[in-house]
Structure formats: structure tokens, C-alpha cells
């Protein structure tokens, strides 16, 4: 992507930025006031696992906005499983290693003893079908990231969701420490949330690699580079609409299922965490020079 300096004279003005197009980003996240404690404990836990380095700017940076207004030890457990699932995207045959574990096998490499680590403090709080639900999600991840080639732009936004890691949502409920009832997490309400919080972020990814759905955009509508991007910022925005009129309808659901007060309280908090979760990985993105042509 060519900057505004390399642009020819008369050339038609670039699109308006991502983060121009998006009314959630017209005031930046919240950032946990704990962020530099979050980092260090995130280094060392790394360390202690035997993980080769903390990936990109730092996932604490991520955690901190994502849960700003939770404690910080539900946004450093939160910035441990993407310390691990960052590295984890880029050696895929270490998939089968983390189901052994999972199962119950003995963990060998760092990225199984990180696993370990982090399915030991969450899952056993966890009902068998949110295991269940984590592990399928992993497992849709490790055949997307297997499957190289680039699908019409009308199937990928499942590719896309499965390739970014749809368990990483799933982590939202053993971080907050609250389990979202089957009845409300099966709604189609509950659904349209996850899925939209899902493909929001998965595309801004996309957006700033250059690859996935903007891939897609350009081989099945034959867009080029710049093209795409437009195209795919404009399925960015209107998620995000999507995403947020779905929310909306998600007390209503949690309501008509007499929850009790503080139940109910805690069940959309962490419906606010999917609405939270894109954007601040969008600021988290953006705060890399390599990403300014999307600012």
C-alpha cells in the first residue's frame, strides 16, 4: 500500500481510513489502569513456560482495553491464552500436541506446558459443553490455518471466523468467571453477537495483512489491492452496525429467563466484552506504524 507521499499528482484521493468510517472508534478504549503490571506478569509466565517471546507490541495492550474495567487478574489471564494462541497460529503442528493435553496426555514442548498451565486454571470451572465448544473452536482454527488456498468472498467469512480462533470468545466467560447459560448462548440472538464480534475482528486483521477476505474480494470480484480494502471496510462497517443491533437485543433474552439480578448482570457483561473485544484489537493494530494507511 502506497502512503499518501508516494501518491501521483491526480491521482484520485485515497478512501476515508477504517478508523474514520467507525462511530465505535470515535473515542479511544478504555485502558486498564493496571497495563505495566499486566505486561510484566505476562513476560514472566512466558518465561516460566518456556515461550520464546511475548509476539508483536504486546498482547498486554490488547488485554488492558479489552477487560479495562475487570481486575487485573481476569486481563492478565486473558493476555496469557493470547500470548499463547498468537504463537500458536504460527507453528499449526503443534495443534496435535494440544489436544493430547486437553485429553489428558502429559505436556512436552512450551506450547503444551503453556496450554497446560492455562486449561488447568480455567477448565475444570467450566461445564463439559464450554470444553467441548473450546476445543471444536480450536480445531475449526487448525483446519483453516491448514487450508491455504483462497475461497469466493460468500464462504469466507466462516473461513475467516474459524481462522482467527472463534475459541478465543469462549475465553471471555473463564476470565470473567462466569458461565454463560446454554439456553441464552444458544439463542439466535446470542449467536448473531458472537459471530459479528468474530468477523469484525477477524477482517480488521485481514485488513492489515492484506490477506484473508481482502485476498478473497480481489480474486472473486476481481478488485484490486486498494479496491479490496474499500470493500472490505465497508463489510467492517456495516458488522459493527450489525453487531451492536444485535447486542441490543440481548437483554431481553437474558431477562425472559429470570436470571435474578446479579445473574443477569454478569451474563451482559460479557455480551460488553464482544462488543469491546473488536475494537480493541482495531487500537491495538493501529498503534503499529506498519498499519497507517488503515488510520
Known amino acids: 500500500m502506497r502512503t499518501e507521499r508516494e501518491r501521483p499528482s491526480g491521482e484520485a484521493t485515497p478512501p476515508i481510513p477504517l478508523s474514520e468510517r467507525l462511530a465505535a472508534m470515535a473515542a479511544p478504549c478504555p485502558v486498564h489502569p493496571s497495563l505495566y503490571q499486566i505486561e510484566a506478569a505476562v ?3 512466558s518465561r516460566e513456560v518456556g515461550l520464546d517471546a511475548v509476539p508483536g ?6 488485554a488492558g482495553r479489552a477487560f479495562a474495567r475487570y481486575g487485573t487478574a481476569t486481563a492478565t489471564l486473558f493476555a496469557r491464552w493470547l500470548t499463547w494462541a498468537f504463537c500458536l497460529r504460527e507453528k499449526p503442528p503443534a495443534f496435535t500436541g494440544v489436544f493430547a493435553v486437553a485429553g489428558g496426555g502429559p505436556p512436552g514442548p512450551p506450547l503444551e506446558r503453556a496450554f497446560a498451565d492455562l486449561w488447568r486454571v480455567c477448565a475444570p470451572a467450566m461445564s463439559d459443553g464450554w470444553r467441548e465448544r473450546f476445543l ?5 482454527q487448525h483446519v483453516a490455518l491448514l487450508d491455504t488456498g483462497t475461497p469466493p468472498v460468500e464462504d469466507y467469512p466462516a473461513r475467516g471466523r474459524a481462522g482467527f480462533g472463534p475459541y478465543l470468545f469462549d475465553l471471555v466467560e473463564p476470565c470473567t468467571g462466569v458461565e454463560v447459560p446454554a439456553p441464552i448462548r444458544e439463542s439466535t440472538q446470542w449467536r448473531a453477537v458472537a459471530e459479528a464480534s468474530g468477523d469484525v475482528a477477524a477482517w480488521c486483521h485481514d485488513l492489515v495483512t492484506g490477506r484473508g477476505y481482502v485476498a478473497s474480494a480481489s480474486v472473486s470480484l476481481g478488485l484490486s489491492g486498494e479496491a479490496a480494502e474499500q470493500w472490505v471496510i465497508d463489510r467492517v462497517v456495516a458488522r459493527m452496525e ?5 447486542a441490543r437485543a440481548v437483554p431481553t433474552v437474558v431477562e425472559r429467563h429470570g436470571l435474578g439480578l446479579a ?13 469491546t473485544i473488536p475494537r480493541a484489537y482495531l487500537e491495538w493494530l493501529l498503534e503499529s506504524s506498519r498499519y497507517r494507511h488503515l488510520r
Open 57 to 62: 507490541a504486546g498482547v498486554h495492550l490488547l
Open 263 to 275: 445473574a443477569s448482570r454478569e451474563v451482559i457483561q460479557v455480551a460488553c466484552a464482544f462488543l
Open 136 to 140: 471444536a473452536g480450536l480445531a475449526a
Open 242 to 246: 450489525e453487531l451492536w443491533t444485535a
Open 43 to 45: 513476560i514472566d509466565w
